[in-house]
């Protein structure tokens, strides 16, 4: 059984619709969609899209974008049977 | 409670100006051509619910509206109104309440027998309103009671 829930589709839209807006309205933007990061890799598309070349946040550094907390075996960065890996 | 809420909340100025023509999602013209779906969806305008348009379970013996942005404070699809979609719908959900209550204090839908269910072979679909709008489920059993992934 595969599962995509709606947040995946809100997910993708936030950088269409957030174009010309302030840092300060992506939270109210985020908040109304009522996003819900099924696993690490909707969390990790939506920071890549939003920090990625021509992203609301380009040029931003994040932290490390390429260290996740698996939420399902808890170890961070890589782990290669988690299935939301990629 | 809620009444309270908007008296506190919903109608500050400052909430206000912050949501209102914010991240506007104008309404499709047809509706099958939009993956969104639930409050965002109605917070566009277009008045959409499983449970109405493709009722099921017990929804059709309940009395509830399905409420939909209509621009209050701004303009329609904008975040303000998705926001209203959700406190209008926790209105609905009070009206629902009761009614599901009645229902069950009578005994209809109480749970009886085992919670182990084996299922025919075959396929089933089927979509139910969730939190967050349209969700689908399509499921295939082998005959066996145990679900895998």
Known sequence: ?86 | MIDEYNALISYNKIYVERLANVAIITPPRRRSTTTSSGPNLRGSGVKFDVRKDVPYSVYPEFEFDVPVGTGEVGTVGDCFDRYMVRIAEMKESCRILPSGARRRARGVGAHEGSAQVQAAVGDAYIRVESARGDMGWYCVSDGRSIPTA
């Open chain 1, 1 to 86: 059984m595969k599962i995509r829930t709606g947040s995946f589709t809100a997910t993708s839209i936030i950088d269409k619709v957030s174009r010309g807006l302030m840092i300060a309205d992506l939270i109210a933007v985020v908040a109304s969609f009522d996003l819900v990061a099924a696993g690490d890799r909707s969390m990790k598309q939506l920071v890549l899209q939003l920090t990625g070349e021509g992203g609301l946040l380009a040029g931003v550094r994040t932290r490390s974008p390429r260290r996740w907390r698996c939420s399902s075996s808890g170890v961070w960065s890589s782990c290669s049977s988690c299935p939301w890996r990629g």
